[in-house]
């Protein structure tokens, strides 16, 4: 059974005598989706199939080639693996508001399921369905360990703040999942023609897919338990060296939710027959990552100066005409034609992989701060810039990262200095001291 915290009623309703649709957006995996599992489960009460949709839109916030082919293909897995459980799977072009209440009105659906998600422009789409369905409409957190709204009602100051709450809420939440059944009968429909689909895509087709990752839900398991046999002791040794391949490497799956923490989580812990979360890696994987969800559902201002708390405000208020050294337009940023070569190391990293290193990504960020006109600029280049180019772009993890690095958010103040005000500084020498960035800067200056 799904644990009912993990659910909550959108929009009540009388169920009908329907199937029951599974609207899949964030999560994108059949395996080990609380939101799938519940979908299952309210179709079996009722006796009634189940159906899984996708409402692919055109153009996903600046969404490119690149990560539409890393998602499509992830998604084309997804369709095979539910055939195998006689669950069909159907991708709805166009916007969401209209495809998914049209879905549920012409097959008279009579209970639609969706997973959660803190963005803005997801809650807008279950907005605008809402308005058009008179059956109940249910969501699911498939991508927390601890249910978003279960681990914290507010925004959260900082991590220190919302640690204990997910250490205390773990226990209860980091359940083993139950396996989803094969449906008796199966349910014939129309196949997707998935190239007129695709041709109808407005994308920017000029960031091109990356090949040094393979998309989908089992080449994401594959590279959880490469990482966990092969490269978790590199991990917390050198995983704030941009120079060695330490990082997990599963946020992009992570991201589409090819994979769920909750499952690497569960695989982390078997493998030590323990879990110190104290360690690196669950703290990232999960006060982390949490937090960023916990940013995004509570400050609708996530993406902007107006999200940071005041003292921040204040800080860079009071530093706006301060003489910058170097004033960067989109254009030098993107082309990583600034003055610092370390920095158009790691902007060139991001363009040819479509992934920077984490430590690099502060840093990166930092420093548009400190060469753009004002923060206003600085956060819109970051973002555009992110989310073109990186696999995990469009994340609450980028729109927090962003914020912290430029607006201080779960940061402290530090010292005063010229541009930043309190907001901590970091630059060239530093990182030195961190890593060897004359082999970082080679290995990226094509
Ligand atoms: N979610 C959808 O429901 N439909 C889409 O067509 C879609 C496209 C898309 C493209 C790039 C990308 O990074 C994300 C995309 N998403 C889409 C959303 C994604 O599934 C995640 O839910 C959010 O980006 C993270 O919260």
Redesign the pocket.
Known sequence: MVNEKRVRLLKAGNQSNGAVVYWM??D?RVHDNWALLYAQEKAAEANQPLFVV????NE?LG?TLR??DF?LKGLKEVEVELRKLNIPFILLPGS?QIEISRFVKENSIGLLVADF?P?KI?KEWKKKVSEKISVPFYEVDAHNIVPCWIASDKEEFAAYTFRPKIHKLLPEFLDEYPPLIKMKDRVDISPIDRESVYSSLKINKNVKPVDWIRPGESAALNSLSDFLDDRLNLYSVHRNDPNQQAQSDISPYL???QISAQRVLLNYRNKFNSLNMQDDFPEELVVRRELADNYCNYNENYDSFDGFRAWAKQTLNEHRKDDREYIYSLDVFENAATHDELWNAAQRQMIDTGKMHGYMRMYWAKKILEWSKNPEEAIHFAIYLNDKYELD????NGYTGVAWSIGGIHDRAWFDRPVFGKIRYMNYNGAKKKFDVISFIDKHTS
Do not use: E, I, N, T
């Open positions: 957006s964030r994108q996708f409402a692919l839109v996903f969404a990560q539409y998602m969401p998600d963005l997801k991201h589409f939710g772009g469009r994340d609450p």
